[in-house]
């Protein structure tokens, strides 16, 4: 069964930063590209950022170019989403996915339960 565990979220003033980790179990980590996505309430479910299974290819949503970092360490079956210069219209439920490397939902067979991010001006 596939599990992914998103962790690190919280509240955080604008300016700052936060570091989101999404723990993989039950599947191939490496042969997985991994995507980040956030979903603010209201609003429908947007790419963030995608890695593919080696780590060598990243992508991010314009938003975010810059100022987030998204990373894989496929020993401990991990992929983080470093998260600087914080604004408050980064508030949003951030998801981990595993699947293809896309900026589609509809690309990515599996997902965490999210963690919430809260960015206060």
Not at 3 to 26: I, M, N, P, T, Y
Not at 50 to 57: D, E, M, Q, Y
Not at 83 to 96: F, G, I, Q
Request: glycine share 12%; charged share 15%.
């Amino acid at each position: 069964q596939v599990q992914l565990a998103e962790s690190g979220g919280g509240l955080v003033q604008a300016g700052g930063s936060l570091r989101l980790s999404c723990a993989a179990s039950g599947l191939t980590f490496s042969r997985y590209a991994m995507g980040w996505f956030r979903q603010a309430p209201g609003k429908e479910r947007e790419f963030v950022a995608s890695i593919s299974g080696s780590g060598a290819t990243t992508a991010s949503a314009d938003s975010v170019k810059g100022r987030f970092t998204i990373s894989r360490d496929n020993a401990k079956n991990t992929v983080y989403l470093q998260m600087n210069s914080l604004k408050p219209e980064d508030t949003a439920v951030y998801y981990c996915a595993a699947g293809l490397r896309s900026r589609q939902p509809y690309d990515y067979d599996h997902w965490g339960q999210g963690t919430q991010v809260t960015v206060s001006s």
